[in-house]
């Protein structure tokens, strides 16, 4: 029977550790990552806590060519006990099997994940900031190391996970942005990998990103990579609107990410009573509920930003403005009880907190 404990290799000395209010997105990161190896004969093995450090892969490795890699994104929240807490990690272990499956990524065991990443956070807990808003970010992924230029699956993997504490997302207060309508690029087609979280994703919207960004808006909303009519995501991240009463969101249609926020703010609002629908929405019908006044707030919803309101839409040459601007009374509620419940400051009906012991409880 194989050894499917995990080791550990503690550092021998400490970084130190950013400030708190100085903190920005992952660009510092803790004193160890964990790793597991894949290999045809031998599958999933070799997992292990190490000190954080650079990788030796070969340069032929596929991941470095073809791209064949899968990620996640998820967070560790302290408590009002300075507990550590994870939100709902269990749904980005489902998927990140889901984005495996996709790319011809041998599965994991999500338990001994959660198990790995559970063990990782707690023996660098000292790292989760402390001031609001801040939390740990939490990195796993998976690239292909074979040494080969065959375009095939490759027969190694590396399973990494590795940590960055992260500043609040909204340092004066949450505050709409301005969107606009890409007409021209798409993000992803049904049939492509818009519904697995991998990399080449990222690449291909880059440019669309970079070209709005040189005319003052924050982010582009996307639409189907087809008729180039439906809405689909807004940057990185899922998207509702609230029109006449009702909360829509694009239905899943293969080219969406199925986000772990998008899932909790629906259930959310059916908790509350507010009606909730997953439909298909177009660009045009978005337009028109506008001009009648029926259109009363947008949002993106993501673990980043959790809520991120949307002031104004631009579409060609019309400016959709909405709720003047301000983040509307939806939004903002699903943002403070979200987040109210990931720093567990707000009671958590739907069992989403899983808490992680601390360290002299998990080796014992
Ligand atoms: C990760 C991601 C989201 C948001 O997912 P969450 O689980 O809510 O963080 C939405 N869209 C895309 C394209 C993503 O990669």
């Known amino acids: 029977m194989e050894d499917h404990s995990i080791k550990v290799n503690f550092c021998s000395s400490e970084k130190e550790k950013p400030k708190s209010d100085q903190l920005q997105f992952g660009r510092v990161f803790t004193d160890h990552m964990f790793i597991m190896d894949y290999s045809a004969p031998l599958g999933w093995h070799d997992a292990r806590i190490v000190p954080y450090q650079p990788l030796s892969i070969d340069p032929s490795a596929m991941v ?25 990690p269990e749904k980005n272990l489902q998927r ?63 399973f990494i996970v590795i940590l960055s504490p992260v500043g609040a997302y909204y340092k004066e207060g949450i505050n709409p942005v301005k969107i606009a309508v890409e007409n021209k690029y798409v993000r992803a087609v049904a049939g492509g990998t818009g519904e697995a979280k991998t990399g080449g994703n990222y690449a291909s919207s880059l440019k669309a990103q970079e070209l709005v960004a040189n005319s003052g808006y924050a982010q582009v909303l996307w639409l189907d990579g087809v008729e180039k009519k439906y809405i689909e995501e807004v940057g990185s991240m899922n998207v509702f609107f609230k029109i006449d009463g009702e909360v829509v969101t694009p239905k899943l249609n293969g080219s969406i990410l199925e986000g772990v926020t998008r899932n909790s703010v629906i259930e959310l609002l059916k908790y509350w009573d507010i009606p909730v629908s997953e439909r298909r929405i177009s660009m045009e019908d978005l337009r028109q509920a506008h001009q009648e006044g029926r259109l009363e707030e947008a949002f993106g919803s993501g673990t980043a930003a959790v809520i991120s309101p949307i002031g104004q839409l631009t579409w060609n040459d019309t400016d959709l403005i909405i709720n003047n601007h301000e983040t509307g009374p939806v939004a903002k509620r699903l943002y403070d009880t979200l987040t109210g419940i990931q720093y567990g400051k707000v009671e958590d009906p739907f069992g989403w907190i899983e808490k992680v012991r601390e360290p002299s409880k998990v080796k014992s």
Not at 64 to 88: C, I, M, T, W
């Open 64 to 88: 470095f060519h073809y791209g064949q890699s899968v990620f996640e994104g998820l967070k560790a929240y302290l408590n009002p006990d300075g507990e550590a807490q994870l939100f709902r």
């Open 96 to 158: 990140i099997n889901r984005s495996n499956d996709r790319l011809c990524i041998p599965p994991i065991d999500e338990e001994y994940a959660l198990k790995a990443i559970k063990q990782l956070v707690a023996i660098d807990k000292d790292w989760i900031p402390e001031a609001e808003g801040t939390s740990l970010y939490i990195r796993p992924f998976i690239i292909s190391t074979e040494a080969f230029l065959g375009v095939a699956p490759s027969h190694n993997y590396k």
